[in-house]
């Protein structure tokens, strides 16, 4: 059963929400109230568009494979993933974890989604190939995708805007780029060449304009971005011009802080509803747990888009939509199905080998050649969910043979994972190691251990730490082992991701046996 994602205040804002009498009967709710953050939990890079009365959104994950989730909503608050635009960028050695070569910190960036004559296009980054992908498809939950692939182009940060039979993208940092590419995105139009539209300050600050969101709105041409002043928070500046090349004025449009904490808001779509109300959803940069979206009303004064209460961030949003659906961007997993739910994601590209059928019930990964969790091929990942969350497997580690390593980490940079090591004369251990380091090690008795990982984001009780990660194991499933050991969990820019729960196996010598995974067990403690 899909696990219920019951964040603080949801049901408050649930039973908020306005109802309307009529002749002694009441009507289903025709608004809610949204408490921020949507989901917390690391969806970041957003965009999002309106087809008719359904909403769909993309978000960044990197080196994660399939990649460029797309999530669906029909009220702007509850997002459902739904697909991925491809399996794998590239079938190298990047993304194979071969010869010292990886992705991290790199891969599918900030994807612009859009929406044209029944068609969708994604367009994006990918930095370790060092140019940028177009994706197209006529259905976006069931592909199949095209792709252009821009070999000369680094699109960083792009916005594509379809006007006229014609399609422009805006695109860069600090300097923002126009290029009229080709009506249907197979390259770039012949002739055409970039033009700065768009010069950000270049002293006194720590984030230059980047992230652009591009719109033909009334009058003006919009390119929504997101700066970092020194001494203030990150912040949504629009830049607008009646002219397609300019020239733009801009207004900050969002400035402030939210839940307590001094990481600002901004980077997002704008999107209208059906009634010609307008939101605007954006990311707050929030520790461990990583870059976590907002709701925004957005109000249109002197032809600006402010967004929050006059340009300050709300926690609370009333949100002129009906509820509808559910969260699924995590979820548990009994693994008894023909396929992998669509919440999991593999480190870089999935292996040929992991299996839900050898041993019907259980996933099975098996154990390849790898000198630590960083370049272990076969991780399987899913994102872990604030204010706290615990993930729980069983595993039997039967199969394991020696050199072996299976179990439960805490995926990011920084790691730590509680797993079954087994030494070459066949004995069987319980170990915590923080990256490659032994912290904590005890005979496992017999082949079947449950392991969990206690994820503290944002502290819900006294004494609590922020970003901090416990490890604990059972064998009889009752009484749990917790070492006098956490992690202290830091966001770090050389993977750029929030901490996510890992599912490995890997052998520091060679290829080896297997594990097996009977479920994966995650929940908000």
Known sequence: MKS??????????????????????????????????????????????????????????????????????????????????????????????????????????????RY?????????????????????????VNGPWERTVFDDWFFHDPSLLFEDG?????????????????????????????????????????????????????????????????GKPRTATVWRSREITGPYESKVVL?????????????????????????????QDHGAVGRIPTIQRVTWEDGWPVMGDGGVPEETVTVNLPPSGSDYVWDSDEFDGNSLALVWQWNHKAPSDWSLAERPGWLRLHAHSASGIADARGTLTQRTVGPRCVSEVLLDASALTPGDQAGLCAF??????????????????????????????????GNRVRLRIRYVFTPQEYGETSDTAFFGWTVDGENWTEPDYCLQMRYTLDYFTGYRSALYCFNTEGDGGAADFDYFHQAVY
């Open 412 to 445: 990011q940079s920084g790691s730590a994972r509680i797993g079954v090591e087994c030494r070459e004369d066949g004995i069987r251990d319980i170990v915590i190691r923080e990256k490659e380091e032994i912290v904590y090690r005890t005979p496992l008795e």
């Open 116 to 140: 044209h004559e029944g068609v969708f296009y994604a367009l994006f980054v990918a930095n370790d190939q060092h140019r940028s992908y177009l994706y197209r498809t006529r259905d976006i």
């Open 166 to 230: 014609r399609l422009w993208v805006v695109w860069g940092n600090g300097e923002l780029r126009l290029l009229e590419l080709e009506p249907d995105g197979t390259g770039v139009k012949d002739g055409a060449e970039p033009q700065v539209i768009i010069s950000a300050p270049a002293e006194g600050w720590g984030l230059r304009a980047e992230g652009a969101h591009f719109y033909h709105i009334g009058d003006y041409y919009y390119v929504l971005e997101i700066d970092w002043p020194q």
């Open 4 to 113: 219920l994602f019951l964040k603080q205040g949801l049901l408050m804002a649930c039973l908020l929400g306005t109802l309307a009498l009529c002749a002694g009967c009441r009507e289903a709710p025709r608004t809610q109230v949204a408490v921020n953050p949507l989901t917390y939990t690391d969806i970041p890079d957003n965009d999002v568009i309106r087809v008719g009365e359904d909403y769909y959104m993309v978000s960044t994950t990197m080196y994660f494979c399939p990649g460029a989730p797309v999530m669906h909503s029909r009220d702007l608050v509850h997002w459902e993933i739904v697909s991925y635009i491809y399996d794998v960028l590239e079938d190298d050695d990047v993304y194979n974890l071969r010869d010292g070569k990886n992705a991290y910190g790199k891969g599918q960036w900030a994807t612009s989604l």
């Open 255 to 283: 400035q402030g802080t939210l839940g307590g904490r001094a990481d600002g808001i901004a980077q997002g779509p704008i999107v209208d509803t059906p009634s010609g109300d307008w939101y605007a959803i954006q990311f």
